[in-house]
């Protein structure tokens, strides 16, 4: 008898594979399905279309940031840079972000910390290369430069420093004395231009003759005091030069110790000498000395 072989066939079609979720300290990777010619998968943040070999062709990270991957990926050209505007003024001494982008022939930017580089052209400024700014101690409102370069393109801005206090600057910081009164006579950082030195050799500090209204480089513009007595005991007291914008309070001791004030007295023009008369001076030896102040 003849043998009949029966063959069966199984045919199958291959139809998807099952996805699992992912999850990281940062990123939530979640799989549906991935069919046999690429799928996409996607998170809250992140969306992921792939081939089945699982090699990308595209990542992006919401609608504002795209990541090339393989050969493709890398056929791009600076077309031009752009920087967000910058704040149009700062206080001295304060930090704030910068950012720029290279803007590439496909329409995509790369922002700055990827390429490009920041530079300070002029003023109190500094720029980390990541474009963390911070602004200098000024004196004075001042104008500070900078510029963002990439792909042989640049792009510049300014931004206004401006000055919030007026005993802020280099050495002569904290010290008393309005620092612009300083910058006129000595420059900046000058050691002679402290509130403990004399550059005139007058014996008066500079903070003294700041408080006097006096030229701090002249050896003759001394501060001086005269005493001369009176009829029935009395004693009068000049002393100058005085100038307007200040008050001038003399006092008197016998020991040099505790001090006993006059009512104060202002100067209504420059380089004027004021007088006052002491109609009781004290027993023995009377000192007497001028504070000299800013008036309110």
Not at 82 to 87: E, F, H, L, N
Not at 177 to 201: M, V
Not at 247 to 275: C, F, G, H, I, M
Request: aromatic share 10%.
């Amino acid at each position: 008898m003849p043998s009949r072989i029966l063959t069966l066939l199984y045919a199958s079609s291959l139809t998807g594979f099952g996805g699992s979720s992912r999850t990281g300290g940062v990123y939530a990777l979640t799989h549906d399905s991935l069919g046999p010619g690429g799928g996409v998968s996607a998170s809250a943040t992140y969306q992921q279309t792939g081939e089945i070999s699982g090699s990308p062709v595209d990542v992006s990270a919401g609608s504002s940031a795209v990541l090339r991957s393989g050969f493709i990926g890398q056929l791009y050209e600076i077309s031009s840079i752009s920087m967000d505007p910058p704040p149009a003024s700062v206080p001295e001494l304060m930090g704030f972000q910068l950012t720029a982008s290279g803007v590439a022939d496909d329409g995509t930017m790369l922002r700055s910390g990827t390429a490009g580089y920041w530079q300070v052209l002029s003023g109190p400024l500094a720029i980390d290369a990541q474009g963390y700014a911070a602004a200098g101690a000024v004196y004075e409102d001042r104008i500070a430069s900078f510029s963002f370069s990439a792909a042989g393109f640049s792009v510049q801005a300014e931004i206004l420093i401006t000055n919030t206090g007026d005993d802020d600057f280099g050495l002569y910081a904290a010290d008393g004395i309005d620092d612009p009164w300083q910058i006129q006579w000595f420059g900046p950082d000058n050691p002679l231009g402290i509130a403990t030195a004399d550059a005139s050799g007058t014996g008066q500090s500079n903070l003294f003759k700041w408080l006097a209204g006096l030229d701090p480089l002249d050896a003759s513009a001394r501060f001086l005091l005269v005493t001369e007595p009176l009829n029935e005991g009395s004693v009068s007291i000049s002393f100058g030069p005085c100038n307007p914008g200040r008050r001038y309070t003399l006092q008197k001791s016998a020991d040099l110790v505790l001090w006993t004030s006059l009512p104060a007295v202002e100067a209504s023009a420059d380089r004027e000498n004021l007088r006052v008369t002491d109609p009781s001076p004290l027993e023995g030896t009377t000192f007497y000395r001028v504070d000299v102040s800013l008036a309110e």
